[in-house]
């Protein structure tokens, strides 16, 4: 003899199972978090800017063979200029050639640009496809300034929605 007293009834509606919300955990604390995003937001406004300036360098350069210089002499016509276009370096003595520093300033600075979105990635532990895809801000001219919005209200609607996935020390 079956007592069926505890058991439920197969027949009888059942509430629906609510679904626990996926644990989330962080690489490092809030602060740390919203540290690293100003630190990618920073970087990739810098990155944008002279991103945009490698362009600008680009066309002149190879649009209209022209090179910025700053505090050169012109051999053609020995005239000094403080900041100006001249045709090619042979002609151009002295001076700086801004268009150089332009090239290594952007250089260096999407390196940094580099570490802001690996550190973020890394305390945020998302897929690499998203490390790559920020990564690529800085190669297209433009993007790096849109995903940097689009990076940073994600960030904050994640801390917002897991208040209590930071690492605790």
């Known amino acids: 003899m079956t007592?069926?007293?505890?058991?439920p009834n197969p027949d009888a509606p059942q509430?629906?199972?609510?679904?626990?919300?996926?644990?989330?955990?962080?690489?490092?604390?809030?602060a740390q978090i919203r540290s690293a995003l100003t630190f990618y937001k920073v970087t990739s406004y810098i990155t944008g800017v002279m991103l945009l300036l490698l362009c600008a360098e680009m066309i002149l350069r190879y649009g209209f063979n022209l090179f910025l210089?700053?505090?050169a002499t012109n051999t053609l016509t020995g005239e000094t200029?403080?900041?100006?276009?001249?045709q090619a370096e042979p002609s151009v003595v002295e001076g700086v050639n801004l268009s150089i520093a332009v090239l290594i300033a952007h250089g260096w600075l999407y390196v940094l640009y580099l570490i802001a979105?690996?550190?973020l990635w890394s305390l945020m532990r998302w897929p690499f496809t998203r490390f790559i895809l920020i990564a690529l801000g800085g190669v297209i001219p433009f993007l790096s300034i849109l995903l940097e919005k689009r990076v940073h209200r994600q960030v904050?609607?994640?801390?917002?929605?897991?208040p209590e996935a930071a690492k605790r020390y």
């Open 3 to 7: 007592d069926n007293v505890n058991q």
């Open 15 to 30: 509430a629906p199972a609510k679904a626990r919300p996926a644990k989330r955990r962080y690489g490092g604390t809030h």
């Open 69 to 71: 210089f700053a505090g």
């Open 81 to 86: 200029f403080a900041l100006g276009l001249a």
């Open 117 to 119: 979105d690996f550190r």
């Open 156 to 162: 904050e609607e994640d801390l917002a929605e897991h």
